[in-house]
Nanobody, 121 residues
Framework: QVQLVESGGGLVQPGGSLRLSCAASGSIFNINGMGWYRQAPGKQRELVASINSGGNTNYADSVKGRFTISRDNGKYTVNLQMNSLKPEDTAVYYC???????????????WGKGTLVTVSS
């Protein structure tokens, strides 16, 4: 069984920084894409940033230049460094990973339970 556990959320003032981390554990053969999504109250879940196994990254326009995604393939972790935070960044942030549990497994998406980020003065 595979689990994703996020950490690092909290309350921060506008202009501040937070670092989110996500660790995958369990029966893991390979992890392909990893990413962070967020869902603000009353809004749909949206992609914030993603990174593939080769290190190529993709960002939502709203966070480009402020957020940086990184991963450690050996430790099955993905991080999101968030700088210059704005009130509109307030949301529950979810970790996502495409994980194969065996060589024959084409993989499936797994999700963490989410961590709340609140940007407010």
């Amino acid at each position: 069984q595979v689990q994703l556990v996020e950490s690092g959320g909290g309350l921060v003032q506008p202009g501040g920084s937070l670092r989110l981390s996500c660790a995958a554990s369990g029966s893991i053969f390979n992890i392909n894409g990893m990413g962070w999504y967020r869902q603000a109250p009353g809004k749909q879940r949206e992609l914030v940033a993603s990174i593939n196994s080769g290190g190529n990254t993709n960002y939502a326009d709203s966070v480009k230049g402020r957020f940086t995604i990184s991963r450690d393939n050996g430790k099955y972790t993905v991080n999101l460094q968030m700088n210059s935070l704005k009130p509109e960044d307030t949301a529950v942030y979810y970790c996502n990973a495409a994980i194969a549990t065996a060589a024959w497994d084409s993989g499936m998406d797994y999700w963490g339970k989410g961590t709340l980020v609140t940007v407010s003065s």
